[in-house]
């Protein structure tokens, strides 16, 4: 059986002090058998000066960045575990924002670096850009994720992309008790602009049984390397 690939990179320890329900929301892998699909309300979603806007439009482009904003803002998060064409197993974590009529994406795949013990995070609907992982628990049991080093690949191209074109993400997410459902906060900033993006609210989550992704969630292209 093969371990979760969240309870692989944070260890055992530290995610037996993940709250119970964040312990099942980041426990989905091919062996566990389920999929994580959210539906709540982003209370805001937010973007930088004008002068962030051109970052967040690229971003759009290929569903890496949310270029909308707004506030009381319909949303879906589906985590689906399958395994891609390179036989590592991929979990989904696509958003979709209903700001406008015509809904945005952003979409993501991760996979463990069984190497450094890291987990990737592939961007967009290429998998553009692969952006390590930092993971941590909070006093609350809530999960810390941050975002390290990125690198671009297209075709056989492939650098590490300068963080002053780039952001780096911190993303907090908790199971709240009273309320019974999962809040969450996330900023992108860049050390050079400052804040570009950020988003705050609430969802529900549902487990359905799943040992693959719906074709819609999958990337048109699955990158390689790593």
């Not at 929301?25 to 930088?48: E, N």
Request: aromatic fraction near 14%.
């Amino acid at each position: 059986m093969t371990t979760p690939m969240f309870r692989a990179a944070l260890g055992e320890d530290r995610f037996a002090q993940l709250h119970p329900m964040l312990q099942r929301r980041f426990g989905v892998s091919l062996d566990a058998g389920y999929a994580c699909v959210g539906h709540g309300t982003m209370d805001s979603i937010r973007r930088g000066p004008w002068w962030t806007v051109p970052f967040l439009w690229i971003g759009r482009l290929r569903h890496i960045l949310v270029a909308d904003t707004g506030t009381k803002v319909p949303f879906t998060i589906e985590n689906y575990p399958y395994r891609d064409p390179f036989g590592r197993e991929t979990v989904t974590f696509v958003r979709e924002y209903r700001v406008r009529r015509k809904p945005a994406r952003f979409d993501a795949t991760m996979v463990l670096d069984t190497r450094r013990g890291v987990i990737v995070d592939y961007l967009g609907t290429h998998q553009h850009l692969a952006v390590d992982l930092e993971l941590d628990v909070d006093e609350s049991g809530g999960l810390v994720l941050r975002s390290t080093d990125q690198r671009f690949y297209e075709g056989p191209f492939g650098f590490r992309f300068p963080m002053v074109f780039s952001g780096r993400a911190e993303l907090h997410e908790r199971w709240d008790d009273d309320r019974e459902a999962f809040h969450i906060t996330l900023e992108v900033r860049n050390r050079v602009f400052g804040f570009l993006f950020g988003y705050d609210g609430w969802f529900t989550c549902e487990f359905p049984p799943a040992t693959d992704a719906p074709p819609r969630l999958k990337p048109v292209r699955h990158e390689r390397r790593l």
